[in-house]
């Protein structure tokens, strides 16, 4: 092979991968986004419970894919951190109605906020992966493929949202999917579909038309962890800033 | 000879090296997603296990209508994960909690619950809510 032609072989490696990156270019897709109201959540638990029965995840409820915190602030300033309680769901039934907690919120502000997977644009449990197996699909949800996924639990330590966690049974890494199945045949997520006050609203906000797309012009959106820059889709009306951790 | 021989073995090096750039830049199938494409497929085919409240009106028609308070809440937010309800239609295979605590779950008085109506336990203790209030009215 002479110079010539080794350059000519070259110069056909180019197109190949140029036409394999940019075959999905182009196209304009959905953009999936969870608006969570604080002020409706009533802390039920109805959403962790659909969500363990939808995707099969175990019944520990220290291994969720989405839970509640419950936040009891002294009135007036807080000054001190006891003055701002934090308790995450933990039992099964009636996870807020033993008597500590109640007990804990009298005389306090009192808000319970759902979290789950922010499914960030610029996500760092995607960053993190050596073996790609976390990747974002074309809507903006972040995925999980357990077939690549090796257990590392790199993500587990980079997530600032403490979402992800590893599955006893398959050993792998397990997280919130905005239930992908279900979404893509036009259902809506589990969490979603058990809350009973509405506290959970998804959809797609490149749709003008969309509720999501209508409580996000109307409303004033936080999300949690800015500073951060992970961008989440996950955004909180009325989101207080107690919730820190 | 010796020229040759280094020419030979420096270009067998770019090759080497651009062959390994092009496969983990480009080419690799966990850059190109084919990987993740296939898992995105595994991904749709679960079936769903929660129906929705559509479903659930074609049948129980009566309830659904005639409820207020309750209008908003979805069928399977108290009753459970309905899909195999709508295959086998026997009443064991969905939830039907009559019990007190069941109903304190979202009512009881506990603080931060101001979207919903709320009781304490003062009010008439141990009876099942269900005796005085029906929940489809």
């Not at chain 1, 490696?13 to 036409?19: E, Q, R």
């Not at chain 2, 969905?94 to 979207?115: Q, S």
């Not at chain 2, 919903?116 to 489809?136: A, F, L, M, Q, R």
Request: hydrophobic letters at 35%.
């Amino acid at each position: 092979m002479n110079r010539r032609n080794f350059l000519k072989l070259i110069a056909g490696f180019l197109p190949a991968v140029a036409l394999v990156r940019g075959q999905n270019a182009g196209e304009s897709h959905k953009s999936y986004v969870m608006v969570v109201d604080v002020n409706k959540c009533i802390g039920c638990g109805k959403c962790v419970v659909a969500c363990k029965v939808e995707n099969d995840v175990p019944m520990d409820f220290k291994l969720s894919r989405t839970w509640i915190e419950g936040y009891a602030v002294k009135e007036k300033i807080p000054i001190e951190e006891s003055d701002v309680k934090k308790e995450v769901l933990s039992t099964s039934k009636n996870p807020f109605l033993d008597k500590s907690w109640i007990e804990t919120t009298r005389g306090r502000k009192t808000f319970y906020v759902p979290k789950l997977c922010n499914h960030c644009a610029n996500a760092p449990c995607v960053n993190v992966c050596p073996v790609y197996a976390r990747f974002y699909t074309k809507d903006g949800v972040v995925l999980l493929d357990k077939e690549t996924c090796i257990g590392c639990k790199y993500c587990i330590v980079a997530c600032p949202y403490g979402a992800t966690f590893t599955h006893p049974e398959q050993k792998v890494t397990d997280k919130c999917t905005f239930c992908y199945h279900r979404i893509k045949r036009g259902l809506k997520p589990a969490c979603v579909l058990a809350c009973p006050t509405g506290a959970r609203v998804f959809g797609d906000v490149n749709d003008e038309n969309s509720e999501v797309s209508r409580l996000v012009k109307e409303n004033r959106v936080a999300v949690l962890k800015p500073e951060w820059g992970t961008f989440p889709r996950v955004l909180y009306i009325g989101l207080d800033s107690y919730v820190v951790e | 000879m010796r020229r040759r021989t280094l020419i030979l073995g420096l270009g067998f090096a770019v090759l080497v090296y651009l062959i390994l750039f092009f496969y983990v830049f480009g080419l690799s199938p966990m850059v190109t997603g084919s990987s993740q494409a296939k898992w995105v497929e595994m991904e749709l085919s679960l079936e769903p296990k929660f129906s929705d409240t559509e479903i659930c009106k074609e049948c129980h028609y009566q309830l659904y209508i005639g409820m207020k308070n309750h209008s908003k809440v979805s069928c399977e937010a108290c009753h459970g994960s309905g899909v195999e309800h709508t295959i086998k239609r026997t009443s064991d295979t969905i939830v039907k909690d009559r019990t007190r605590d069941f109903c304190l779950n979202c009512h009881l008085d506990v603080g931060g619950r101001d979207a919903v109506k709320t009781v304490n336990e003062t009010h008439h203790p141990g009876i099942y809510c269900v005796v005085c209030h029906d929940p489809h009215k």
